[in-house]
Structures are given as C-alpha cells and as structure tokens.
C-alpha cells in the first residue's frame, strides 16, 4: 500500500496553483493529470489532488529536478482557490473522478499515437516519393542522352550515304565516259579498216604486241603461292588438385565460373585500367586499401577504392557493406541502405560464416533509418542484428536508446 505524501506545499496566483512535491531521493516519477485529477507516484509514496476547481491540463507543464518535483497547473477561471483541493471524503466519487482521468489520459494517448503513426507515414510518403522523383530525373537525363546520341548518329549515317551517293555517281559516270571512248576508238578503227590504211593497222597491232608482253612478263614476276599446312595445337586441361572421392565438383565449377566472370568484367573495362598497376587490378588489395582509408579517416579515398573494387568483382558482399559504412560518414543515407540492402542479398544463405557480416549489414541499414529519423525501421534492423548476435553488449545498448528514442517521442 503507497505511503501518502503530506509535506508538500502549493501557492497560487489568480491565474496559476504552483505545486510543489519533495522526491525524497525517488528515481522513477509518474505524473499523471487531467482538468480534474492529479497524481504524483514514486514508489513507495503517492500524492492525489482533487482540484477545487477545474485546470487547463494542456497549458500545465511539470518539471523534476533537484529532488523536487514542481507542477504548474493553469485555472480555467481567473480567481484564488480557498483550498487546493476538494474536501470531500466520497470515496465514490473520488474513485470517479480517477476513472474518468485515467479515460481522458488514455484517450489523448490514443489520439498522439495516431498522429505520430500519420506523420511517419507521411514522412515515408514523402521520402518514397522523392526517390521516385530522382528515379524520373535519372531515367529522363538518361533518356536524353540516348535521343542526342541517336540524333547524332542519324546525322552521321545520312552524311555517309550522302557521300556513298556522290561516290557512285562519279564511278558511273567515268564509267560512261569511258564506254563513250571506246565506242568512239572503235568507229575510228572502223573507218580506218574501210579506208585501207594499212600503216594505221600496224601501229595498233603493234601497241596490242606490247600490252600483251607487258603482261606475261608481270605474271613471271609475280611469286609462288605458299604451300599450305596444318598446325597441331594441344591445351593443357586444367586440374583440380582435390583427390577424385574428395572433390566437389558444383564447387569447382561455381569458382570457375566466378573466375571467367571476373576477366569478363576485367576485358570489358580493360581500355579504362590500363593505366593501373597490377595491384590495383585485384578487388581484395582494393578492399584492404579502403579499409586503411577508412580506419585513417579518410572516407572519400575509402569510397573511390571500393567502388573501384566493386567494378572489378561485383559478387563480395563485404566491399558493399564497407561502403555503405563510408556512406553513412558522409551522410548519404540513402545510398548506405541501398549498399547494405545488396550486402545482404549477396550474404545468402544465412549460415554461422556470415553471421557477423550479416549483422554488421543489419546495423549499418538500421544506424542509416534512425538518420533519417525513420527509429521504427531502424529498430527492427538492430533487433534482426541482435538476434544474430545475442551477446554482444554495445548492440544492446544501441538497440535500447532506440525504444527509449521512439517511447519518449509516444509520451
């Protein structure tokens, strides 16, 4: 049974009753009031006010500080109060009274509650909807592109047919002019045939005589053809150096196929890292670099390794979890959830390998929704994390100033 508090003291103006409760060293405080009821617990004492006359309980505030707690309560008329509080003993009608505070306090709760839940809403609403806004920008840039590129190209082939056009006119007509020579040589040696020149008739015989010589000696001149051969060739096979009753062979073929992926990726960028060293071809000297970047605080050089290494090999989970952390250090939280989304879908399945990495995921996408001040979301990302990881202290701690974040907001 509570312990009743009788050493408080109040005063008043005509507007306002001030309060005042000593805590004798209490930790916890509840302070629950309405128009007509006022109760201040701290275990194991307890003090009810039954209001004279009605207050204002949305213009009243409490504040505890000092081992005292100070209530402000606002009067609804303007007067001075003969007592603080009513003298009944009805214990009916006290219990009445508390009744329909605690409905009126439930209420109100109700009632902030859904108005928080509609503003995260909105604020999920309007978030969504910006990202759709610069998914249409992106698509409609890229768009633009595309039609200026094809323009561009359109101009270029009609340019060159134009030119083939010209091009085959000037062969047709040399070819003409050419036919239109001849035909003319011809009537000439015609006429000349009908006229007996005899002289005339040598001279073309004799240019006959010497294009037909000019012609066997180009043909002796010319060389042999080469003589023609097969060239055996013999590939050595590759070896898995696994004995054949312990090989795995989906395994062997899951690498081999990761191994073609990743020369495809670095064939097709091969123009763009040709100035590269050697070491900086492998995704792992990358992800070692950026992790040194990081550690140093260097977050925009951190940032360029990985995605460097991501365009080398995009099947490492832990290259898109580094650089969502790098994200969330540079406040792109958008981006950071994408990049732990996408570790996590390559982080499948779940087995005890991947467990820290997995959670590692979790909490970055988590810490991301908590910046965004989306704490329900981030919530369940840390509890996710912390399901995976159970003991670990400092994920726990996280994860309650996150429900202490989101219930001091409900109060």
């Known amino acids: 049974m509570p312990l009743l508090v009788t050493d408080h003291s109040w005063t008043q103006t005509e507007s306002m009753v001030f309060i005042s409760v000593p805590l004798k060293g209490a930790k916890k405080v509840d302070i629950m009031s309405s128009d007509e009821y006022l109760k201040v617990h701290f275990p194991p004492f307890l003090l009810e006010v039954f209001p004279s006359e009605l207050v204002d309980d949305d ?26 509080s009513i003298s009944t003993y009805d214990k009916e009608k006290k219990k009445e009274i508390r009744e329909r505070a605690l409905s009126n306090m439930q209420e109100k709760l109700a009632a902030q509650a859904k108005n928080r839940s509609e503003k995260r809403q909105n604020e999920k609403r309007y978030t969504v909807k910006t990202m759709m806004n610069i998914e249409s920008e992106e698509k409609d840039r890229i768009q633009k592109m595309k039609d200026a ?14 030119k083939e056009k010209k091009k085959a006119d000037e062969e047709a007509r040399l070819k003409l002019q050419s036919r239109s020579n001849h035909l003319n040589k011809a009537k000439s040696v015609k006429h000349t045939r009908e006229n007996g020149g005899s002289d005339e008739r040598k001279v073309i015989f004799d240019k006959r005589d010497v294009r037909e010589a000019e012609r066997k000696k ?3 001149d010319l060389p042999a053809p080469r003589v023609s051969g097969n060239i055996q060739v013999s590939f050595t096979p590759r070896v898995f150096p696994t004995a054949l009753r312990e090989s795995r062979v989906e395994e062997e073929e899951e690498w081999l196929k990761k191994q073609a992926e990743a020369r495809r990726v670095i064939n097709a960028d091969i123009e763009e890292l040709e100035d590269l060293r050697e070491e900086e071809r492998n995704p792992d000297w990358l992800k070692e670099k950026g992790n040194k970047c990081f550690a140093a605080g260097n977050y925009l050089s951190a940032l360029n390794a990985y995605n460097l290494a991501i365009r080398l090999n995009r099947k490492i989970p832990a290259l898109y979890s580094n650089r969502a952390a790098c994200h969330l250090k540079l406040r792109n939280f958008h981006k950071a959830i994408e990049d732990s989304s996408q570790a996590l879908e390559l982080l499948t399945p779940a087995v005890c390998a991947n467990a820290a990495a997995r959670a590692r995921a979790h909490v970055r996408r988590g810490s991301a929704f908590c910046q965004l001040q989306l704490y329900a979301e981030g919530l369940q990302e840390y509890q996710t994390a912390l399901r995976i990881e159970p003991n670990n202290e400092s994920l726990q701690a996280d994860t309650q100033k996150i429900r202490d974040i989101i219930q001091g907001s409900a109060e």
Do not use: D, M, P
């Not at 500080?65 to 008329?77: D, E, F, M, W, Y």
């Not at 303007?78 to 603080?84: D, I, S």
């Open 59 to 84: 213009q009243s505030s409490a504040k505890i500080g000092n081992g005292v707690a100070i209530i402000n309560l606002s009067k609804r008329t303007n007067k001075l109060w003969e007592h603080l």
């Open 149 to 162: 590129e094809r323009e561009r190209t359109t101009a270029e082939l009609e340019a060159w047919q134009l």
């Open 218 to 220: 180009k043909q002796v």
